[in-house]
DNA sequence: ATGTTGACCGACT
DNA sequence: GAGTCGGCCAACA
């Protein structure tokens, strides 16, 4: 049984879609689950035609802080997560290591 | 089919 | 801790 293998944008689209309220992920990580984890612009150029109904704003850059050409800015962006429930450091950078999320792993259940 | 762009990432100073 | 440089990959015209 192959896995159908949908467009990056396709597969970046349906992870993005699938972060919780109160998560975020980076770009990078996004890319590399999509399959490439060198494309992490990509997912950015996506964010920016692809689906304007995905959590974009659940999606940071690596070191926490906040993506540059969100609707509004940095600023836009900031507010967003704060509404969602998260919150933004002095240097306006997420706190990472509490808020990234990552993917459930199949057969997490059975093996254990 | 080719070239350019891009909501980035990692390493160095 | 903050700023700078190059690279890498897929979507778009």
């Known amino acids: 049984m192959e896995e159908i293998d949908p467009s990056f944008k396709q597969k970046v689209c349906d992870i993005v879609a ?3 309220k109160g998560k975020v992920m980076s770009y ?7 399959g490439s ?7 950015g150029g996506i964010a920016h035609q ?3 109904s995905l959590p974009w ?15 509004g800015g940095i600023s836009g962006h900031q ?5 969602e429930g998260v919150e933004i450091d002095e240097t306006g950078r997420v706190n990472m290591k509490e808020l990234r ?5 199949s057969g997490q259940s059975s093996l254990l």
Do not use: F, N, T
Not at 57 to 71: N, T
């Open 18 to 20: 699938a972060i919780p």
């Open 28 to 34: 990078g990580q996004i890319a590399s689950l999509a």
């Open 37 to 43: 984890p060198q494309a992490a612009k990509i997912v």
């Open 50 to 52: 692809g689906d304007p």
């Open 57 to 71: 704003q659940r999606v940071v850059k690596a070191d926490g802080s906040l993506a540059a050409g969100y609707p």
């Open 79 to 83: 507010s967003a997560l704060e509404d």
């Open 101 to 105: 999320w990552h993917p459930p792993i």
